[in-house]
Structure formats: C-alpha cells, structure tokens
C-alpha cells in the first residue's frame, strides 16, 4: 500500500491511515475506514481540506475482508462472527460451550502470516454470549498470497477453534468413604454443587457408598444405567491408582483406564476411565475445596461430550500449576 496526502475531493474510496477528531476531542473517521462520498461533504463542512490516505495495490486485499475471511475458516461450532473496526473479527460463543483449540496449527497461523488469532484457553469454559477468539490482520491490508496460504492451511488442517455446546449435560456424582458414604456427602456436596454452578450444571444423578470394591461396584453399575453425562468419584481416601478400591471397582464394571497422573496441581491423583462413552473420573482431594483443580479443567470437555484422551491429560503441564 502507498500512503500519501491528499485534497479531500480526492479522497473518495480510500482509506484513512489516521483517525480524524473534531477540536473538542470527538472521533469523526476511525482509522481504516473507506472514505465515502458522505464523508467528503462532513469533512469539507468541518473545514479540512486534505487527508492522510491509502489505498489498496493489485495483489492486496483490504483488512476487514481478510479477517472476515480467516475467521469463517478457523472456526466452528456454536459461534458467530463479529466484525469490529480497525481490520479486527471478533467470535463469540451462542450457547454454553467449552472451548476446544488446536495449539500446533494456532502456532503455525500466528508465525506465517500478516494475521494472527488469539484464542480461549484450550478446554475452558465459555458462557453464551462470551468471546472466546480475535482475529487481527497488519493495519490497513494484507498480501492476497498470504491470505491464500492460510486460508489453504485451515481447509487442509481443519478449523483451530470449535466451539463444542454443552446441551443439557447430566451429572453423577458418587461419594465415597471407607467409614460412612454419607460422611463424604456432607463433606463434598456444596463444593461440588458450587464447581458445577461455575459451568452452569448441576448434580443430576447423586449416590453415597461405603468404599469398598463390591459397594463401590454396585453404586457404578446404578449410576451408569441412567447413562449420564459425566460420573464424578468424590472419596475421602487418596487412591494408589488404579490397583486401590475405586481403580478395581472402575475395571469391573468395564472402565477402560485412560490415565492416572495428571501433570496439574492441585489435581495429580486423576484417574480417568471410560465405559463406553462415559466418563468416570476420580480426583482425591479436588472436591475438599472449590479453588480450581484439576476438576475444573476435566469438566468442560466431558460436560460437552469431547472425549478426553490421555495424550491431552499429558499435555496439561504447561499451565498446569494451578496454585
């Protein structure tokens, strides 16, 4: 692009490299915006009679084009996009969701081009109506050749960003304890209540037992008949990991372990398995305070139906220090 100044008669179609303000202060033109022939006359009558501009060269596309663009590839889900000033698109959730991002190809984006994207944290939480991604092209235009290469990386790699909804997830949780189930309940119910209230969920399905292997089975095999959402193990015992009462319980009833350890503090006793498409997560200790844990981060994806792996509950650690 090539900046220059000139007579106000013929600025029309360009674009302004600098915002106009009135004396007083008030904004009249931001930056970036195409001059049209409205604007001429309200700057003549404002009594300017030349304006800093530039305009697009062949092989260039303008910024607000290039970030709409970008932003219809690198998304998906529940989200719409919003176009904001400044060569700027905005995405924002339109139901309760949880965030998931692809890092590797958000690095690969942000490194190669005049447009960068900044994103929720991978696995988070968003409420309808939130931000969860911007898009930001170099000020005023952007190479077509750019912009085709990255467009050409989001259509070969997928979208970086979905928007996974949470729609109408059900939770169970089951309260273990070697003395009194009932003991765990009281111990844990608000502090699990006040971790789901967080996500905007609640406790759908509640069962409390004695922590022994055929009590802890029998309580499994009830709450997975419901089919929920997500089953918590609140127990007031810190597991060895899946040879203790909870781990042989899981395997009993079918759980195909997916990992012990997470490389999140407070959090590491996770233990994850599976039953078909449920998950069953054990976390010792997590439910004992409503602080953020490893809970916190587990919960969104499996409240939105995502299947966690144990490769993604390795990649964790960075960020994983929690407090």
């Given at each position: 692009?090539?900046a220059?100044?000139v007579g106000?008669?013929?600025s029309?179609?360009?674009?302004?490299?600098?915002s106009?303000?009135r004396?007083g202060g008030?904004?009249?033109?931001a930056?970036?915006h195409q001059?049209s022939?409205e604007d001429?006359r309200?700057l003549?009558?404002?009594g300017m009679g030349q304006?800093?501009v530039?305009?697009?060269?062949a092989?260039?596309v303008?910024?607000?084009?290039?970030?709409?663009?970008?932003?219809q590839e690198m998304?998906?889900?529940?989200?719409?996009i919003?176009?904001?000033?400044g060569?700027?698109?905005?995405l924002?959730?339109?139901e309760?969701?949880c965030v998931?991002v692809d890092?590797?190809?958000l690095?690969?984006i942000?490194?190669?081009s005049?447009?960068v994207?900044?994103t929720?944290?991978?696995?988070s939480f968003?409420?309808?109506?939130?931000?969860?991604a911007?898009v930001?092209?170099a000020?005023?235009?952007?190479a077509?050749s750019?912009?085709?290469?990255?467009?050409s990386?989001l259509?070969e790699r997928?979208p970086i960003?979905q928007?996974?909804?949470?729609?109408?997830?059900t939770t169970?949780v089951?309260?273990t304890?070697?003395?009194?189930?009932?003991r765990?309940?009281?111990l844990?119910?608000?502090i699990?209540r006040?971790?789901?209230e967080?996500?905007?969920a609640?406790p759908s399905f509640a069962l409390a037992?004695?922590?022994?292997?055929?009590s802890?089975v029998?309580?499994?095999?009830?709450?997975?008949r419901?089919k929920?959402?997500?089953?918590?193990?609140?127990?007031t015992?810190?597991?060895a990991?899946?040879e203790?009462?909870?781990?042989r319980?899981?395997?009993?009833?079918?759980?195909?372990?997916?990992?012990?350890?997470?490389?999140?503090?407070?959090?590491n006793?996770?233990?994850?398995?599976?039953?078909?498409?449920?998950?069953?997560?054990?976390?010792?200790?997590c439910?004992?305070?409503a602080?953020?844990?490893v809970v916190d981060i587990?919960l969104?994806p499996?409240l939105a139906?995502?299947r966690v792996?144990?490769w993604?509950?390795?990649c964790?650690?960075?960020?994983?220090?929690?407090g």
């Amino acid at each position: 692009m090539r900046a220059q100044t000139v007579g106000i008669s013929e600025s029309t179609g360009r674009i302004l490299c600098c915002s106009i303000f009135r004396p007083g202060g008030k904004k009249l033109l931001a930056k970036g915006h195409q001059i049209s022939e409205e604007d001429v006359r309200l700057l003549e009558t404002e009594g300017m009679g030349q304006v800093w501009v530039t305009e697009l060269e062949a092989g260039e596309v303008g910024e607000d084009d290039a970030v709409r663009q970008v932003a219809q590839e690198m998304g998906c889900g529940c989200l719409e996009i919003r176009l904001a000033a400044g060569g700027r698109a905005n995405l924002f959730a339109t139901e309760h969701c949880c965030v998931l991002v692809d890092d590797e190809l958000l690095k690969q984006i942000n490194c190669a081009s005049s447009v960068v994207i900044a994103t929720s944290v991978n696995f988070s939480f968003a409420a309808a109506g939130q931000r969860i991604a911007t898009v930001k092209s170099a000020p005023f235009a952007v190479a077509q050749s750019q912009l085709e290469a990255v467009i050409s990386i989001l259509k070969e790699r997928g979208p970086i960003l979905q928007a996974r909804p949470m729609r109408s997830p059900t939770t169970a949780v089951l309260y273990t304890d070697p003395a009194s189930g009932d003991r765990a309940r009281q111990l844990f119910e608000n502090i699990v209540r006040q971790r789901l209230e967080r996500l905007a969920a609640a406790p759908s399905f509640a069962l409390a037992t004695v922590e022994d292997e055929t009590s802890v089975v029998r309580a499994l095999q009830h709450l997975l008949r419901a089919k929920p959402t997500v089953i918590l193990v609140a127990s007031t015992t810190a597991p060895a990991g899946p040879e203790d009462v909870v781990g042989r319980a899981m395997a009993r009833v079918g759980c195909q372990i997916e990992r012990f350890l997470a490389p999140v503090e407070p959090g590491n006793l996770l233990l994850l398995g599976y039953k078909d498409d449920i998950p069953v997560v054990s976390a010792p200790g997590c439910f004992r305070s409503a602080k953020p844990n490893v809970v916190d981060i587990m919960l969104p994806p499996m409240l939105a139906r995502y299947r966690v792996t144990g490769w993604e509950v390795a990649c964790l650690g960075h960020g994983g220090l929690l407090g």
